[in-house]
């Protein structure tokens, strides 16, 4: 079996490479959600920065648990599972308010292509992260690390999501795809915000 430092560095280096990645994906898919008029892409990309928070208190979590994996949660680690729990569901009500005002609006993006692009790396990337992350936490028997690798996984269906309602759009140009992507999104804003918060409250220390 794998040293235990080693596998510890191994869980570091995947909590960065979590947050840089999101920090970029975010960037990009606000942007180009923004410029062109694509809820379900711009929904992403707040997505990938609210991860980044995440991300920070898993990294924090990770350092702790590498010094003394008996030791209490950090009193950041709890707040940053509190915040990350209310930007979900921030994000999930703006989400919402965005599909009311498209369809009163009739508003349609201008295109999905940067949607389809940017969800199928993500895809790619999220699902070798995951795995990466769950074969760690298995060798380490970390709860919390595999638990890690379940909030990746929840960014693959994300990403899923976004495909799909980006693929129908340019395929059809069915004008409500980019809302029906949406609507799922929020779906699983939702399920990600009560995840953190019930983190946040678990007696348990992580």
């Given at each position: ?83 990350t729990g209310i930007a979900f569901y921030l994000l999930a009500t ?73 693929l129908i759009y340019e395929l059809t140009g069915f004008k409500y ?30």
């Amino acid at each position: 079996m794998e040293n235990e430092n080693i596998l510890y560095s191994k869980a570091f280096r995947l909590s960065i490479f979590t947050i840089g990645y999101n920090i970029i994906e975010g960037v990009v898919s606000a942007f180009f959600g923004y410029q062109d008029d694509t809820l379900a892409l711009f929904g992403f990309g707040l997505d990938s920065f609210i991860e980044v928070l995440s991300g920070t208190g898993v990294l924090l979590m990770i350092v702790r648990m590498r010094r003394n994996p008996l030791a209490a949660r950090y009193r950041f680690e709890i707040t940053a599972l509190r915040i990350t729990g209310i930007a979900f569901y921030l994000l999930a009500t703006g989400l919402f308010a965005g599909i009311v005002m498209n369809i009163i609006n009739d508003r349609k993006p201008e295109t999905t292509f940067p949607g389809i692009v940017i969800s199928v790396l993500s895809i790619i990337v999220m699902i070798w992260l995951m795995n990466a992350k769950m074969k760690v936490g298995k060798k380490l028997d970390s709860e919390p690390i595999i638990c890690d690798s379940h909030c990746t996984r929840m960014c693959v269906y994300m990403s899923v999501v976004l495909l799909i309602s980006s693929l129908i759009y340019e395929l059809t140009g069915f004008k409500y795809a980019d809302s029906i992507g949406a609507a799922g999104l929020v779906w699983l804003s939702v399920l990600e915000g009560k995840e953190a918060l019930e983190k946040a409250g678990a007696k348990f220390a992580l």
